[in-house]
């Protein structure tokens, strides 16, 4: 990445030039206001009969974030974290898996969880959004990630893409403060993602993203890559 010039430090006399951390605090209060726009910029739409709200601030940004609650209530969303949180807390330590990236997650493969219904729901968002059918793809990697559990460890993650074409998140809850998604668009313009309880975001898997640090709750999230 090219510096910028107006962010330069004089090393010669170790002297960090304000310009630079007033540019630092900007990028932070820009961020924290296109958090507030990304909850408010959230309206109907007919791409995917399932889909009851999107948000379009993120799609014009190719990321889709939209609800699943028409095809998973709320009640069928806490079952299943109900019996995901036991095969957690019992087994996450202990069973190696393809995600390297968290200190804890559990593969889908050992838990019951509501994968025909999460891609059915995807499938014409995907296909609009991104001209690919997910049908004719294979779940390459899944797992289950929780942030602020006192059964994990799980406090951020640093800055990656994954090893997909496409990434299905799909959040079970988020009772969190902190904890946002941070895409990245170019190196300096960061998208942030707040998630929602029963809400999803798919983006490509080469998509550069990070997630903040929480500061307090608990987020727990099915990650689905496919190839």
């Not at 109907?44 to 709200?53: D, G, P």
């Not at 028409?70 to 330590?93: P, V, W």
Request: hydrophobic share 35%; aromatic share 8%; glycine share 4%.
């Amino acid at each position: 990445m090219e510096p910028n010039q107006s962010e330069s430090l004089n090393m010669d006399n170790a002297v960090v030039d304000t310009k630079v951390m007033s540019n630092c605090e900007q990028k932070d209060i820009d961020i924290k206001q296109k958090v507030d726009e990304s909850k408010e910029d959230i309206t109907e739409t007919s791409a995917n009969k399932s889909a009851a709200t999107i948000d379009k601030y993120l799609q014009r940004n190719d990321i889709i974030h939209m609800s699943l609650e028409d095809t998973i209530n709320s009640e069928a969303r806490l079952k299943y974290l109900k019996k995901i949180q036991y095969k957690y807390n019992a087994l996450c330590s202990y069973v190696p898996g393809m995600n390297s990236l968290h200190k804890n997650s559990l593969d889908v493969s050992l838990v019951q969880i509501p994968l025909k219904e999460i891609k059915q729901a995807c499938t014409d968002i995907i296909m609009q959004q991104f001209e690919r059918d997910i049908n004719k793809m294979r779940l390459y990697g899944g797992f289950v990630i929780n942030y602020g559990d006192k059964y994990s460890s799980n406090k951020k993650l640093t800055k990656h893409k994954d090893d997909s074409s496409i990434t299905i998140n799909y959040c079970l809850k988020s009772e969190c403060e902190g904890n946002e998604v941070l895409f990245y668009k170019t190196s300096r313009h960061r998208i942030p993602v707040v998630a929602k309880s029963g809400w999803v975001v798919i983006h490509d898997g080469d998509y550069v993203h990070e997630t903040m640090p929480i500061e307090s709750g608990l987020r727990w999230n099915i990650v689905l890559w496919f190839k």
